[in-house]
Nanobody, 121 residues
Framework: HVQLVESGGGSVQAGGSLRLSCEVSGITEGTNCIGWFRQAPGKSREGVAAIDTRGSVTIADSVKGRFTISRDNANNAVYLQMNSLKPEDTAMYYC????????????????WGQGTQVTVS
């Protein structure tokens, strides 16, 4: 069983920064790829960034140049550094894991965390 726990969300002003963390525990063989997704009220879930165990990264165009994803394999943690935040970045942010592939298709991810709220005003 895999557990993912997000942390680091909060409220910031536009232009500010936040760093989200995703801690992975349990049987981690199925977590080759960790992705970050977000969902705003009334909108569909959107893929933000993903990273595999080799460090290969996929970033959504909407956050490219502002968000960075990184991974600490030794500590089973993935981070999302968010800079130059905009009000449209406001959403619940989730991390998710899958065993094969590493794109931003949410339906391909097997395990999901409970989410952390990011609010930009």
């Amino acid at each position: 069983h895999v557990q993912l726990v997000e942390s680091g969300g909060g409220s910031v002003q536009a232009g500010g920064s936040l760093r989200l963390s995703c801690e992975v525990s349990g049987i981690t063989e199925g977590t080759n790829c960790i992705g970050w997704f977000r969902q705003a009220p009334g909108k569909s879930r959107e893929g933000v960034a993903a990273i595999d165990t080799r460090g290969s990264v996929t970033i959504a165009d909407s956050v490219k140049g502002r968000f960075t994803i990184s991974r600490d394999n030794a500590n089973n943690a993935v981070y999302l550094q968010m800079n130059s935040l905009k009000p449209e970045d406001t959403a619940m942010y989730y991390c998710a894991a899958r065993s094969t592939g590493c794109d931003l298709s949410a339906r391909r991810y097997t395990y999901w965390g409970q989410g952390t709220q990011v609010t930009v005003s």
